[in-house]
């Protein structure tokens, strides 16, 4: 109780800076060459969609999100289960996560900012048997407990290549409600790689989308991240209006799914590189085509030494992490696209691929992935800041790790003591109602054929409700 209080306490000050901050004018001035409006600017002017408004002209930003989350599950058919097992009997959880943001422009050019987070409760089976997982926000090693960590600290740096400038919708993630057209940005700081690499409008964002795994992110895309999704790191991103191309060099885990980051740069580390195009194929319905590549260097084991090494008797099962320290390479490739098709209408599409024969190390495992999907505004019926959404995400791992799966080996997510191959499918939709201001509820369904790849279990059907406040 004592915790929740502090929250408490914490969100009522953000509420209070906040206010004060609207008061705070910056000192410079936009330029006004070839404005072009933000998305949906008027919808937010007409219906706000935060508690507290967060104005262009002051140099400091403070908000804070709350987002609540239940699923649960009924019983599911099962041949047998392991110790990574989806729990066949029925169950059901609830996660909560908590963020204070805050961040102060230095000058026209320079921000800083510094986030603090907790999460608490728990997923369904506590995150295990599953490679899509149903619920994004919950952390994979629920003995961390609820006890507020730094989740972003980062220095962000605009470094102007022409003179003309743009609208620019402001931000947890940057300050600058204008941009330079054409312009360099370097973020060095704590940060998640999937705050920067791999978004998508219609599926990145769990707080008002979709809340599966490989929905929200690229499931293939072993993305450099601890147990609770962070990394150290520094990111250039140069951007024109109508391609971009960022590179990221960050920080890996010393285990996989852990919580300690490996400083020695010689035993791990991770690149990222994606090129985005912004074509106008359908004249003013917004295209966006994003190509992605990820290098992974780290202590990781190879699938098919620990079959091996298990068929030779030299460990009592397939063991991946069965293995001296040493330093191995997994890479991988994505495709990201996204489609105005009207108005209210917005279609997606994610294909994934890594090379699999090295251990899944950082998110989670999949080594190959394809995703289809769309969002439905609800202004047809009046609720235009309502939204519905449909996906279908289809999930499969190399014969390698199959085989090491099948043997009785387990990975930080999955073991079900045997395999029967299939691809993991699962189909999700959902509802997100706007209330009041910042407040949202959504309703979720997601329907799981092959739950961790395993024909001898599932279906299952999961089922679940969403709090979200937005301050």
Not at 39 to 68: K, L
């Amino acid at each position: 109780m004592r915790k929740w209080i502090g929250w408490t306490l914490l969100l009522l000050c953000t509420l209070a800076a906040s206010l004060c901050a609207q008061q705070q004018p910056t000192d410079t001035a936009p330029d006004s060459q070839n404005p072009e409006p933000r998305p949906n600017a008027a919808e937010v002017a007409d219906e706000p969609t935060t508690v507290f408004p967060h104005p262009d002209d002051s140099r400091f930003w403070i908000s804070g999100q709350v987002n609540i989350i239940f699923q649960a599950h009924p019983d599911f058919p099962a041949r047998y289960s392991g110790p990574n097992s989806l729990h066949a009997f029925g169950e059901h959880a609830t996660s909560r996560l908590l963020t204070l943001y805050t961040g102060v422009q230095v000058t026209p050019t320079t921000a800083f900012m510094f986030d603090v987070e907790s999460a608490s409760g728990r997923g369904i089976s506590d995150a295990l048997g599953l490679a899509g997982f149903t619920n994004v926000d919950v952390v994979r090693n629920p003995t961390l407990g609820a006890k507020p960590y730094v989740a972003r600290v980062m220095v962000h740096q605009i470094i102007r290549l022409s003179r003309d400038s743009i609208e620019a919708e402001r931000g947890p993630l940057s300050l600058f409600a204008r941009l330079p057209a054409r312009r360099l940005e370097l973020r060095a700081g704590r940060f998640s790689s999937a705050d920067f690499f791999d978004t998508n409008d219609v599926g990145s964002d769990s707080h008002l989308q979709f809340m599966n795994w490989t929905v929200v992110n690229n499931g293939a895309y072993d993305y450099a991240a601890d147990t609770r999704g962070y990394t150290y790191g520094v990111i250039a991103d140069y951007e024109d209006r109508t391609w971009g191309l960022k590179f990221g060099e960050m920080l890996m885990p010393t285990v996989a799914n852990g919580l300690d980051l490996q400083w020695n740069l010689h035993k791990a580390h991770a690149e990222n590189i994606e090129a985005a195009f912004y074509p106008h194929p359908f004249h003013d319905k917004r295209t966006t085509v994003k190509l992605l590549s990820f290098v992974n260097h780290a202590n990781m084991g190879v699938y098919r030494e620990a079959v091996v090494d298990f068929l030779q008797h030299k460990t009592v099962s397939p063991d991946i992490t069965a293995h001296p320290q040493q330093v191995t390479v997994k890479y991988g490739f994505g495709l990201n696209l996204e489609q105005e098709v009207t108005t209210n209408f917005r279609s997606y599409a994610r294909w994934g691929w890594n090379e699999g024969q090295h251990e899944s190390y950082a998110y989670t495992e999949v080594d190959s992935t394809v995703a289809l999907g769309g969002d439905y505004r609800g202004q047809r019926w009046r609720r235009k800041l309502d939204k519905v959404g449909a996906t279908f995400v289809s999930n499969g791992i190399c014969a390698d790790h199959q085989h090491y799966l099948a043997l009785g080996g387990r990975g930080f997510l999955l073991g079900d003591g045997g395999l029967n191959y299939g691809r993991e499918t699962i189909f999700e939709s959902y509802y997100n109602a706007h209330l009041w201001r910042g407040l949202f509820l959504g309703f979720d369904l997601q329907h799981i054929n092959n739950p961790g790849y395993n024909r001898d279990r599932g279906p299952v059907l999961v089922p679940g409700l969403r709090l979200h406040l937005d301050l």
